[in-house]
């Protein structure tokens, strides 16, 4: 796949680039040495990913992926993504699923319109958390361009 954009959370420089946005207990933390950002209840944080630099892969594709890097032990929590103010993905996070080590992490694509992100300089992607639940550990999210055939692999 190729790689459109990445927010590197916790990373000052990195999500001052992505012009982070969050609500008022929006956290950042650390577990295993790898740092993450969630929120507590009703609460968000957004990033701007940036679409200029890619614009003609965005163009030439029907979808993008959203590839997030998140910890398989929030199975209480979930939430919404949205883009622009679209909701586009409610997020649970599921009972079993393919770990990665003692960190208990692991990646979820998520499959989106590239119509959300075309003719667009920056497109904003919104983490809500539920009003009855925490938004999970995010620790990393990456905007990506796949082969359909790379896709067939996580399903």
């Not at 990373?11 to 946005?21: D, G, I, L, Q, R």
């Not at 003719?119 to 999970?136: E, T, Y």
Request: glycine letters at 8%.
């Amino acid at each position: 796949g190729i790689s459109l954009d990445l927010v590197d959370v916790g990373t000052e420089a990195n999500e001052n680039s992505h012009k982070m946005a969050l609500s008022p207990t929006g956290s950042c933390g650390s577990l295993n040495e790898q740092t993450f950002r969630d929120c507590q209840p009703g609460q968000w944080f957004e990033y701007g990913f940036d679409c200029s630099k890619f614009a003609d892969d965005i163009a030439k594709a029907d979808s993008v992926t959203l590839l997030l890097h998140l910890s398989l032990s929030d199975r209480s929590r979930g939430g919404t993504i949205s883009v622009d103010g679209k909701t586009v993905y409610k997020l649970n996070i599921p009972s079993s699923s393919k770990g990665s080590g003692k960190d208990k992490v692991y990646d979820l694509p998520v499959n989106l319109s590239a119509s959300l992100f075309k003719g667009k300089m920056v497109a904003r992607i919104k983490f809500q958390a539920p009003n009855n639940a925490f938004f999970p550990r995010l620790y990393t999210a990456r905007l990506m361009k796949y082969d359909a055939k790379v896709l067939s692999g996580y399903k």
